[in-house]
């Protein structure tokens, strides 16, 4: 009975099921960023609901102050959640959560 | 008034500056310096490219004909961008990890390095930018137009082509020159990069100054601007909601899809970090390049003659103002914009050209086999060099041939859903590890034959290419296959059509061809690869000749054949090698070897393709195998599984079979044991009563009646003894038994058992090894004498052999102590082995054996009471009993 040479190979890695508190908000920002675009996308569309009865209702004016407005606010959130997420924590412990 | 020919100078002066800046740049790479221009705010800056003429000039005259419906173009993007860490940044971690060159690369790569998929996006991407380059030089001469008649010239056809010309042959020398400099296996051109970002920065520069100038300049401040906006024929906002959602996501999708594009986003990225600041900085830049958009247009269409081409406002109205030094200022943004997108497009388009149709074509003419040695190199660079040209060429050529004007400014839509149908397959290859390559096929050809139908021939203009009579009654009177109306289905914006159709049916080919076909095992590699390459890339190394290929090789093999065998085959190699260890040198041989090995567990395709890579890939790494392996070993493990389930089923039916035949034995046994035990105690009965009933009558002599009574007092003993048998194993069987422990040597059992069973040293021959004999018992020594005495006498009795013999072995295993009765005689035939344990059972008539057929049951219902067991060894040249002793009850003597 001699003891293999080499070790067998190793287990699967293995999905940690509790986080603690600073990755578990690293994985939620994530999420919230992978929805930005949804988001957005959503806003942008909002417009489309304007009422258009009179010729003086969803003026072109508006729609300016409303979409770049909007813009910005995206623009914003976005720098915040790009100085939030890490960008190294793919190698925190229980490896990347891209699922 | 500005003179036409101060235009060409600041040009070429502008074109010399960025030339300078481009050379500064190598040179910077070249001496290592690459950390500035690996940064964030160089990256932006080159996806700038996104904003073409296209965009530059024609985004307010998009803005004076439709109102805010330009904006989709940058909000498309926008929403790309915000959306980073899903989409791009894996996308860019593929980029790296595969290190792709082209869009067509990716998508050949993701789909087992097809060569024909490269093909076919190569020419997509053709089809879908030559146009766009010849709107580029269409804008370029047209403002130069503008300058030359301010100047008091007047350009015809003929000048404007002209000038056309030469600018496209000095992109053609930029491109040539920086674009093909070097060939390392990123494609990152740095001169290009850095040249576009100042582009980048000077017509933002250029458009923010006459945004400004003319809000605050011409229109009086933003109040006033808003006023004009009011009171402009563009006043109410009312999109078409399908056209705005539809515009929105076809700029999005073109923003990944654009050839251009992913040389910037993807293959001159060095750094994944600076796509978080882009995220925000780049969504910034085009808020910045369109905010001034509507003004411009508001302000022209107020002030313009009607009929001045808005598309021209951004440098008519600072001519028209009188401001020239802002006039040039913006034509050299415009020049920026055409020529940063040509250049980046023409090496993109020239880099897919050369990768995925001279550079196989050239192998493929070779003889095959011939030795591939570094002259590939030249070979790429110079096809890479004509490609350039001729894509140039081909730009001129149909801005030559389309003749400029309206149908040209059509393009950049047609354009976007062009390349755009490359998106199912790069969206599906990179999330989905089921896309396979027939269903890329099927679906970019699909989405390519669908869109050159309903949008790219109609482009054209009725009877260009498509005649009236198609688009009213569809090819051949088919009317369901008119270009705006596909399936009869009418009254869809153009532009809506062809994108819902051709995304439709793209998609679900896509899709459904992915599910009915099988990828081949390199495709399989690479989907793992893709999809899960943040598992993947952290890594990746380069595959070396040395003795950790051996290694690997063993890692992987262990996956698939498992440790043990991989182990030993290895170390066998090894050994064949004259080497110790696990790790054989790698030669042919053992390649083969291993490959056969291999082929046994995942076929002989697999096997091949996985050694293949192993010795020869560049582009494979370990990882990538370990993750077919890994697959493999999953399906292995199931069937195994699957093998051991049904092994374990015939087992169980094997002993029930046996249980069964047992059973049925037993059961006739049962009726014999009835006529045994009623014979068995009628034989001594019978003899006793006749020789009473003699002795009763008393007409016998002495002699006579002292032989009667020693008759009728055997039988009586005979009777005892197996009436004591009997309620010895009825004890024993009940479980009842009272256990005597106490501690022995196993020699004396043995010497005690030898003695009792009264056997004739001179008749049977024992044979007895006390060396081995040395084991202190603790168990009920009167009841193990009592088995052996058992096994003793029997082999006495039963051995046929001339000379008797019988062998005592000793034998200590792992937590037993096992004691091996074996006679020389002729054994127990095959068919009574399950019997010999059973009560009354015989092999031969009665009489000789003298005992009942107890004897054996008895020993085994003790060694079960002693927490032993007794079976019969078959195969002992004679018959052979095994006693085995647990170790609790022996350990071996001090």
């Known amino acids: 009975m001699t003891p293999p040479a080499i070790p067998p190979t190793p287990p699967p890695r293995r999905r940690t099921e509790f986080l603690d508190r600073g990755s578990y908000r690293q994985r939620r920002l994530r999420d919230a960023a992978r929805l930005m675009p949804v988001l957005g996308a959503v806003l942008m569309a909002l417009p489309l609901m304007w009422p258009r009865d009179r010729p003086d209702q969803s003026l072109t004016s508006s729609g300016i102050i409303y979409l770049f407005g909007l813009w910005a606010i995206l623009v914003v959130l976005a720098f915040v959640l790009s100085r939030l997420l890490r960008y190294g924590a793919a190698a925190a412990p229980g490896g990347d959560a891209e699922r | ?894």
């Open chain 2, 1 to 894: 008034m500005i003179s036409f020919n101060l235009l060409i100078a600041v040009s070429l002066a502008y074109v010399a500056f960025l030339f300078a800046v481009a050379f500064a740049a190598e040179r910077r790479a070249a001496q290592g310096k690459t950390a500035w221009l690996r940064s964030s705010a160089i990256y932006t800056l080159s996806l700038s490219i996104y904003c073409t003429a296209w965009t530059f000039y024609g985004a307010v005259g998009y803005a004076a004909r439709s109102g805010l419906e330009y904006l989709t173009i940058y909000l498309g993007p926008t929403l790309v961008m915000i959306g980073w860490w899903g989409l791009v940044r894996k996308l860019v971690r593929i980029g790296r990890t595969q290190r792709l060159t082209s869009i067509a690369d990716l998508i050949s790569s993701r789909f087992g390095k097809s060569t024909g998929l490269g093909v076919l996006v190569t020419a997509l991407a053709i089809v879908g930018t030559t146009p766009y380059i010849a709107l580029q030089l269409q804008s370029v001469t047209q403002a130069m137009g503008v300058f030359a008649a301010n100047s008091g010239e007047v350009w015809g056809p003929s000048d404007l082509n002209r000038s056309a010309m030469w600018v496209a042959m000095g992109l053609a020398v930029f491109t040539l020159i920086f674009g093909t400099r070097n060939l390392d296996a990123h494609e990152r051109h740095h001169g290009i990069v850095l040249a576009i970002a100042v582009e980048a920065v000077v017509k933002l520069f250029a458009l923010l100054a006459v945004g400004i100038f003319v809000v605050w300049g011409v229109a009086g401040g933003l109040g006033p601007t808003r006023a004009l906006i009011d009171a402009s024929a563009q006043a109410q906002w009312a999109p078409m909601p399908s056209r705005w959602i539809g515009l929105i996501f076809v700029s999005a999708a073109a923003f990944l899809c654009l050839p251009r594009m992913f040389q910037v986003l993807v293959v001159e990225n060095a750094d994944e970090r600076v796509l978080s600041t882009a995220s925000w900085a780049f969504p910034t830049y085009l808020l910045l390049m369109s905010l001034f958009v509507v003004p411009i247009a508001v302000v022209g269409l107020d002030l313009m003659p009607a009929g001045a081409n808005p598309d021209l406002f951004v440098v008519t109205l600072p001519l028209r103002e009188g401001r020239d030094g802002l006039a040039i200022l913006s034509f050299l943004g415009g020049f920026s914009s055409a020529t940063s997108m040509v250049i980046v497009a023409t090496l993109a388009l020239a880099t897919m050209v050369s990768n995925h149709i001279v550079a196989p074509s050239w192998l493929n003419a070779r003889m095959p086999g011939a030795v591939v040695s570094g002259d590939v190199r030249r070979v790429v660079v110079m096809s890479r060099r004509i490609s350039i040209t001729a894509i140039l060429g081909l730009g001129y050529i149909y801005f030559r041939v389309s003749g400029g004007g309206e149908a040209l400014a059509a393009i950049g839509l047609v354009s976007f859903t062009g390349v755009m149908q490359v998106l199912p397959a790069m969206i599906g290859g990179v999330f989905w590890r089921g896309a396979n390559r027939w269903g890329a096929v099927a679906g970019i050809s699909i989405g390519f034959a669908v869109w050159a139908w309903t949008q790219f021939l109609p482009s054209f203009g009725v009877d260009a290419m498509l005649s009236q009579a198609v688009f009213e009654r569809g090819p051949f009177g088919l009317s369901w296959l008119r270009p705006h109306a596909l399936f009869g289905i009418e009254g869809i914006d153009p532009l809506v059509h062809a994108t819902v159709w051709s995304m439709m049916l793209n998609a679900g080919a896509f899709v459904l061809v992915s599910v009915l076909t099988f990828p081949n095992p390199l495709e399989r590699l690479q989907g793992a690869q893709f999809v899960n390459v943040y598992e993947y890339s952290s890594g990746a190394r380069a595959w070396s000749h040395s003795a950790a290929q051996a290694e690997d090789m063993l890692v992987m093999a262990q996956r698939i054949l498992g440790s043990s065998e991989a182990q030993a085959l290895f170390r066998a190699e090894a050994a064949a090698q004259g080497k110790s260890g696990l790790l054989p040198d790698v030669t042919p041989d053992f390649l083969s070897h291993l490959e056969r090995e291999l082929s046994g567990s995942v076929g002989a395709a697999t096997a091949h393709a996985m050694i293949a890579q192993l010795t020869e890939g560049a582009m494979v790494s370990v990882d990538d195998l370990i993750a077919v392996a890994d697959e493999a070993a999953q399906i292995m493990e199931y069937s195994s599984q699957l093998e051991a389930k049904s092994a374990e089923q015939e087992r169980t039916a094997r002993a029930l079979r046996e249980a069964n035949e047992k059973l049925t034995a037993v059961s006739i046994q049962k009726d014999a044991f009835l006529s045994q035990i009623s014979h068995e105690l009628r034989t001594p009965m019978t003899s006793i009563r006749s020789f009473s009933d003699i002795l009763r009558d008393g007409e016998v002599d002495d002699t006579a009646r002292r032989r009667f009574a020693g008759i009728i007092h055997d039988e009586t003993n005979r009777l005892t003894r197996l009436l004591d048998d009997l309620l010895d194993l009825g004890v024993l069987e009940s479980g009842q038994v009272q256990l005597n422990i106490g501690e022995g040597r196993l020699s004396d059992v043995l010497d005690r058992a030898v003695m009792a069973s009264g056997i004739d040293p001179a008749r049977v021959r024992i044979e007895r090894t006390p060396a081995h004999e040395g084991v202190t018992l603790r168990t009920d020594l009167e009841r193990l004498t009592q088995v052996f005495i058992n096994l003793i006498s029997n082999a006495a009795k039963y051995c046929a052999a001339e000379k008797p013999r019988l062998r005592i072995k000793v034998r200590q295993t792992q937590g037993a102590t096992e004691v091996d009765f074996c006679d020389n005689g002729a054994g127990i035939p095959p068919e009574f082995e399950s019997m010999v344990f059973e009560k009354f059972s015989r092999l031969e008539d009665q009489g000789k054996a003298g005992g009942a057929g107890l004897g054996l049951a008895i020993s085994r219902q003790i060694m079960t009471a002693l927490g032993g067991d007794i079976t019969y060894l078959p195969g002992q040249g004679g018959a052979g009993f095994r006693v085995s002793l647990p170790a609790a009850a022996a350990a071996p003597a001090p």
